[in-house]
């Protein structure tokens, strides 16, 4: 085993990619993961890990970074906030996630996952960003020979698993273009210290208003961070808006992050934000091309994001275990993954995302969150309709639930996916496209 040739090699090392590394080795693949950065190294992230991304973690085995011993808060579910109300949203029961949630700043998250794999014998090489690739063809599709790195070096492999964003250039050669016309997020992230890092609770804030009193396209989030992490006693504080080309977000997220501080200042006793960051979101699977034979996109890379609150951590996780499992049968296979990973993706989220990207981009019009916002919140079936949308929220509806608001979602989404096929090409189920 040397660096430059490997059986996996993964680019991009953060939830994906080293989950991605570490189920690999852990089945006896020679892996090589790579970043373009050296850890540990910060990342703009809610911090967010919803139960569904709890299990997930739990499923790596990586337990013990979000225990309780490790400092880690038990998040019970949701405190929304806004147009004259506030609502309680715990997670619900379900047969195959907890019952909780917790949050960890991606500094801590990133580099346990980065050391986890390379304990289970994946080779670890940093400082390393990934600029071209070579190909050649088979059956018509590109294959990739061998990566290209910025300091000279390359390296050959039989699989290349794609972790970076949507942003990455060897994507991007590859085909994997981020379609922004479709819904997508802007979004700014802080940490405040405050005495109530242990806050059992998520909250958010879905009515926004900036200095001067005037209501923004976006809503804001406290994630408590517990007391144990990089940061001590805090909570990720943020905000986001919901975009499209047609109807662009008019905010700066970075002074509404500011404002948003100040007024919840008080009630969270809080320090001043410190480590401010902004990213673009792509959602919803809104790119081109997410394989080829032996190539597949995992993570933010193939916009596993939730386009309702920009949660994709759980999808990094389940995309990267997915991913490595499906290799024997592209072992076998002449096409290796180039069908079968964009099939997969779209059997397991494809009429999720299509509905979710409907709503979003509907939530992107003006004056319509003002106008649905007090009923949602203060209307007499205001509990029941905010428990659903922690639900939707949280990512914890699955194809196996039969209970009434799953039945509805999955039908809905059904319907929007065929809507799609049939009616809106540019917006239909893109991962093979």
């Known amino acids: 085993m040397n660096d430059t040739e490997c059986e996996v090699l993964v680019v991009g090392a953060g939830p ?27 990342k703009t992230c809610g911090d967010g890990l919803t139960p569904r991304a709890v ?13 309780a011993s490790a400092g880690r808060p038990e998040i019970h579910g949701l405190k929304l906030h806004g147009f004259g109300g506030s609502v309680t949203a715990p997670w619900p029961e379900h047969p195959e996630f907890p019952s909780r949630g917790t949050a960890v700043a991606r500094t801590d998250i990133d580099n346990a996952l980065v050391n986890m794999a390379v304990a289970s014998g994946a080779r670890r090489r940093t400082g390393a960003k990934a600029v071209d690739v070579d190909t050649d063809l088979v059956n018509g599709a590109r294959r990739v020979r061998a990566v290209h790195f910025a300091d000279g070096s390359t390296v ?46 998520i909250h958010s804030h879905l009515e926004l208003r900036d200095a001067a009193g005037t209501a923004q396209p ?18 990720n504080l943020g905000c986001g808006a919901l975009s499209t080309s047609r109807r662009p977000a008019k905010v700066n997220v970075r002074r509404l992050l500011a404002t948003y501080a100040e007024q919840c200042r008080d009630e969270w006793r809080l320090g001043e ?10 959602m919803g699977g809104a790119v ?54 964009p099939a997969h993706l779209s059997e397991r989220y494809g009429d999720a995302f ?10 992107t019009m003006p004056g319509l969150l003002a ?53 809106h090409a540019e917006s239909r189920p893109l991962f093979g496209r």
């Not at 852990?26 to 190294?41: E, I, N, S, T």
């Not at 609150?309 to 389940?318: F, H, K, R, S, T």
């Not at 949308?389 to 319907?415: I, Y």
């Open 55 to 67: 299990h997930a973690l739990e499923r790596l085995g990586a337990s013990d970074l979000i225990s």
């Open 371 to 423: 106008a649905l916002g007090p009923l949602g919140m203060r209307g007499p079936l205001a509990d029941h309709l905010m428990g659903s949308a922690a639900r939707l929220m949280g990512n914890l509806v699955t194809p196996e639930d039969r209970d009434l608001t799953a039945r509805a979602w999955l039908t809905a989404g059904r319907l929007s996916s065929a809507h799609d096929r049939f009616w």
């Open 288 to 341: 081109t091309r997410v394989a080829g034979v032996n190539w597949a996109a995992v993570g933010d890379t193939a916009a596993l994001v939730n386009p309702l609150n920009g949660e994709g951590i759980d999808y990094a996780l389940e995309s990267a275990s997915d991913v490595i499992d499906l290799l024997p049968d592209a072992d076998r296979s002449p096409d290796g993954l180039r069908y079968m990973w």
């Open 156 to 201: 050959h492999c039989r699989y290349l698993v794609l972790a970076e964003g949507v942003r990455s250039g060897v994507a991007r050669a590859l085909g994997t273009r981020w379609l922004r016309g479709l819904v997508h997020g802007v979004a700014a992230r802080s940490y405040c210290p405050t005495p109530f890092g242990d806050e059992p609770w």
């Open 218 to 235: 976006g809503y804001g989030w406290i994630f408590p961070l517990g007391t144990g992490g990089e940061h001590g006693s805090a909570v």
């Open 16 to 42: 994906a990619g080293s989950a991605a590394a570490h189920r690999a080795a852990g089945a006896g693949r020679d892996v090589l993961l790579v970043d373009m950065q050296d850890f540990p190294r910060d």
């Open 354 to 363: 299509s509905l979710a990207r409907r709503a979003a981009t509907l939530l």
């Open 273 to 282: 934000p410190d480590y401010v960051a902004s990213a673009l979101l792509p």
